[in-house]
């Protein structure tokens, strides 16, 4: 089965650090991927891990632990902009021309002044 | 920097009818994909698109469901007797290069299907 895990909702303050945590168990692991989805619009990519480690891309980092099926998506100096949700994907296939994502719930992140 | 676009934005249809969503993935892309979103939910796989033909799909996408890629530009979701569940936000999403490569997927910004 597939299970990704992440919290519902965080609040954080203008100017600060947030984490955001994803857990996840799935039948098969090709890489995770973190989308940003303002209310009502598309998710767009933030960014991607596939090796154990960090990936930095400005103000957002990434960091995947394949052993623990963690990941974290980290968002530094945060802006009113910022305020969205937060999706983790797992990419997935059984088939290789598949290559699905499979989605947390997402996590709201409100950024208040 | 080219998009996916999706039409129509918002598609009300009444229960039973048939539905099409349209998208026009990014053209140098060879991987499409449907998503779909109820409504304060996840964000759920349907189907993916490689090559003129379904690679993989969901236990969702059962035979009420098609795609189809009619020409080089359009790729289609047809739903053929819409069911009151089936009211959700449709993401297309396209990407590019082999199978397994790093590339992601870019989305649509969705049609809002309302069925009543």
């Known amino acids: 089965g597939q299970n990704i895990d992440q919290p519902t909702e965080m609040t954080a303050t203008e100017g600060a650090i947030v984490q955001i945590n994803c857990t996840y168990q799935?039948?098969?692991?090709?890489?995770l991927f973190w989308y940003q989805q303002h209310a009502g619009e598309a998710p767009t990519f933030l960014s991607y891990?596939?090796?154990?480690g960090l990936e930095e891309k400005g103000r957002f980092s990434s960091f995947l632990s394949r052993s623990k099926g963690y990941s974290y998506l980290l968002l530094k100096e945060l802006q009113m902009k910022d305020s969205a949700s937060y999706l983790c994907a797992v990419k997935s296939s059984i088939k290789a021309a598949g290559n699905k994502l499979t989605f947390g719930g997402g996590t709201r992140v409100l950024v208040k002044p | 920097e080219p998009e996916v676009t999706q039409t129509p934005s918002h598609q009300v249809t009444q229960m039973g009818q048939e539905v099409i969503l349209r998208c026009v993935p990014i053209?140098?892309?060879?991987?499409f994909y449907w998503y779909r979103q109820i409504l304060g939910q996840k964000v759920e796989f349907l189907v993916s698109?490689?090559?003129?033909?379904?690679?993989?799909k969901s236990e969702i996408f059962d035979d009420q469901f098609s795609v189809e890629r009619p020409d080089g530009s359009n790729f289609t979701l047809k739903i053929r007797s819409t069911k009151l569940e089936d009211s959700a936000m449709y993401f297309c999403?396209?990407?590019?290069?082999?199978?397994?490569?790093?590339?992601?997927?870019?989305f649509g910004d969705g049609t809002r299907l309302s069925i009543l």
């Open positions: 891990n596939v090796l154990d």
């Open positions: 698109f490689y090559n003129n033909e379904i690679s993989e």
């Open positions: 053209s140098n892309h060879l991987y």
């Open positions: 999403a396209s990407r590019p290069g082999r199978p397994g490569s790093n590339q992601p997927q870019h």
């Open positions: 799935t039948s098969g692991f090709n890489g």
